[in-house]
């Protein structure tokens, strides 16, 4: 191969010139892979030494709403912890792998296709698998390298440390930054991590993670003095044991062991053989075959595999396990701090992360109880109250399920809270809404079922009020029947307040007015009866005027008559006398019948005093009918034609009188009588 440098990768990749065999190796792998499936920068390395985080990184995390592992990989440059991490994902490639001894991973790298896997503990996870920038690199300083390694420990579930060779106190130096660790994080605010004699609080490990001390090109024999054999974490063990000594050298590398068992209590370790036996095979062995690699490394290396998936746990903190979206927020929240200068601090990154998922996850289900209960209500609007709420109740349910998964921490509360107070004011608004369709649709429905009767008051086809009644009955039959929503009452009032009132007080004004013109009719009527009474009743005294008059002078006619007719009997009694004798059986019979006669007069006498007081009977009875006056005059004119022709046949008998006189004599008075009543 040659030297010549003829290409340089991107600068957030490497700064470094790659030779002709890297260029074609890195050609080779890149070209294989897929723009969703290939490494990419989650924390980059800025010009200035800052970090800065990448937006791509974070909307990939947030696609995971799941529990989530992250596996980190940290140690010295140029020990192939990328290998590892793409033999993880069970291939070659991946992360990039370089043959030369310049550091190509800068800042922290996360590969963007998410592995989803089962742990021993039967937790289901979406696993992160980052890629550390290599400590004690020529080009950066202890502090940079704090700080890689401080996030490392941050951001992990399952942190797999990588040196090569054996544990011994070279392989300890390589790990002095956890001595001062717990300067580089803070778990509280104002809280003492640890002092200066390297005493670590015992709360470290509940927020640190598992740790992997993997040991690569492993060619010892792991056994004791005694010749038994030990695992790789016994071996660990035994390495992490305080020394003896009191000398400088001795006393900071047991401060390294004391911080190793304190910090990371859920240990392990591993240990690895060379993968190959030749020396050029190691500078890039992502070019082999996993195949043609030593078959011991093989197994061993699946071995590694398989009990990294097993053994990861789910990232929590606080105890909370958390996903993509909250860690997306820690690793923002600790870049933050580390750019401002200040330490992370692991409770204010969670606070803020959580009162910013909380908040997030708020406003999120109000939207979905709002957007939802908006469509599934909208199309059938208007709806009746109780049915409103039985929607809202269904997602109200979901809504704060939906929270209950993403929110976390004692903030949730609070935001909980919240999220009752926004849905509860889209469930009102939607009311609002409702209402408002509700209050249109029964207006119109009213209206509609109204115009019948609009017509009918309009054309004036109402004679009475109960028919009126009747058609408002029916009216508010079919509206109730149809009527929906919750203003379906309200309507109703409001409508009888206003339009039934008007269509009320319009029947009322036209009824008066019928009720006016019938008046005035009838009291024309009655003014007219009462000028036709009078004028009946001025007939009825000129006839009863004309009556009395004729009485009278029939009166004085049959008074004279009578007188006369005496005086005829007074001649004729000489002539009777003389006829004594021969009349003797029928004088007494006479004499009776004179009797009665005189009996007669005086009845006759007693019927003209009922006569007069019927006369003023008459008087008094002026309003009889014309039927009644009728059947009067028609007696009055019988009375006056028979009376006549009764005097003209009492001359004739007169004239013929002879010796039957007294038979003639009581006709005459039966005549008179009749007349005279």
């Not at 990419?40 to 800065?52: A, C, N, R, T």
């Not at 060779?165 to 392989?171: F, L, Q, S, V, Y």
């Not at 035994?238 to 190793?260: M, P, W």
């Not at 009322?508 to 009291?523: I, N």
Request: charged share 30%; glycine share 4%.
């Amino acid at each position: 191969t040659t030297a010549l440098p003829i290409c340089f990768l991107p600068a957030e990749r490497c700064l470094v010139p790659l030779t002709l065999f890297a260029f074609r190796s890195f050609q080779r792998t890149m070209g294989t892979r897929s723009l969703q499936d290939v490494a990419i920068h989650l924390v980059k390395l800025k010009e200035d030494g800052k970090f800065e985080v990448n937006e791509e990184a974070m909307e990939k995390l947030a696609t995971l709403k799941s529990k989530i592992g992250v596996v980190g990989i940290a140690g010295k440059y140029r020990t192939g912890k990328s290998y590892v991490l793409n033999r993880l994902l069970g291939r070659q490639d991946g992360f990039d792998v370089g043959p030369t001894i310049n550091p190509c991973t800068k800042g922290i790298w996360m590969w963007s296709d998410f592995m989803e896997t089962e742990n021993e503990a039967g937790d289901k996870l979406s696993l992160v698998l980052l890629d550390t920038e290599g400590l004690g690199a020529t080009d950066q300083d202890t502090s940079h390298d704090a700080k890689v390694f401080s996030l490392a420990v941050l951001l992990s579930s399952y942190l797999i440390f990588n040196s090569q060779g054996t544990i011994d106190e070279n392989a300890l130096e390589q790990l002095s930054l956890v001595v001062n660790l717990s300067k580089h994080v803070h778990l509280r605010s104002q809280q003492p991590n640890s002092d200066d004699s390297g005493v670590v609080s015992d709360e470290y490990d509940q927020h640190f993670p598992s740790f992997m001390w993997l040991v690569r090109d492993f060619a010892l024999q792991l056994i004791d003095e005694s010749g038994r054999s030990l695992t790789p974490r016994e071996y660990l063990e035994r390495s992490l044991v305080i020394r003896e000594g009191f000398d400088a050298k001795t006393v900071h590398r047991n401060q390294i062991r004391h911080c190793i068992t304190k910090y990371f209590r859920d240990r392990d370790c591993d240990v690895i053989v060379r993968p190959v036996d030749k020396e050029e095979d190691l500078q890039d062995l992502s070019r082999k075959k996993y195949e043609d690699l030593r078959g011991e490394f093989q197994k061993q290396m699946n071995a590694l595999r398989d009990k990294i998936l097993r053994h990861v746990r789910p990232k929590t903190v606080f105890g909370q396990s958390i996903n993509g979206i909250v860690f997306a927020g820690l690793v923002r929240s600790y870049v933050e701090a580390i750019n401002s200068g200040a330490v992370p601090n692991i409770q204010s990154a969670w606070e803020s992360v959580v009162e910013h998922e909380c908040r997030s996850a708020m406003d999120e289900q109000a939207k979905f109880f709002a957007d939802s209960l908006k469509a599934e209500v909208e199309p059938r609007m208007p709806i009746e109250d109780a049915e409103l709420e039985r929607e809202a109740e269904k997602l109200r349910a979901e809504a704060m399920q939906r929270y209950k998964d993403r929110a976390m921490g004692e903030t949730m509360k609070q935001y909980k809270l919240k999220l009752k107070e926004l849905m509860r004011a889209s469930q009102e608004e939607v009311a609002r809404q409702n209402a408002e369709k509700s209050t249109e649709f029964c207006k119109q429905l009213l209206d509609s079922h109204h115009a019948v009767i609009d017509n009918k008051v309009q054309e004036h086809k109402y004679g009475k009020f109960e028919q009126y009644s009747d058609d408002w009955k029916q009216v508010l039959r079919s509206y109730r029947s149809e009527a929906r929503g919750p203003s379906r009452t309200a309507v109703l009032l409001d409508f009888v307040d206003t339009r039934q009132s008007e269509v009320v007080q319009r029947l009322t004004a036209h009824f008066e007015e019928q009720a006016e013109k019938a008046l005035h009719a009838k009291e024309q009527e009655l003014a007219d009866l009462r000028v036709a009474v009078e004028r009946e009743r001025s007939e009825w005294k000129e006839r009863t005027a004309e009556m009395t008059l004729g009485f009278e002078r029939e009166k004085s006619e049959l008074k004279a008559t009578f007188t006369a007719e005496k005086a005829v009997l007074e001649r004729d009694r000489t002539q009777l006398q003389t006829e004594k004798d021969y009349m003797g059986r029928e004088l007494d019979s006479s004499r009776k019948r004179v009797e009665e006669l005189t009996r007669t007069n005086e009845t006759l006498s007693e019927e003209r005093k009922k006569f007069n007081s019927k006369k003023r009977e008459l008087q008094e009875e002026l309003n009889m009918t014309k039927s009644q006056l009728q059947q009067l005059q028609q007696e009055n004119s019988a009375l006056r034609s028979a009376g006549g022709k009764k005097l003209e046949k009492k001359v004739e008998q007169r004239q013929s009188m002879n010796i039957e006189e007294p038979a003639r004599m009581q006709q005459k008075g039966g005549n008179g009588g009749c007349a005279i009543l």
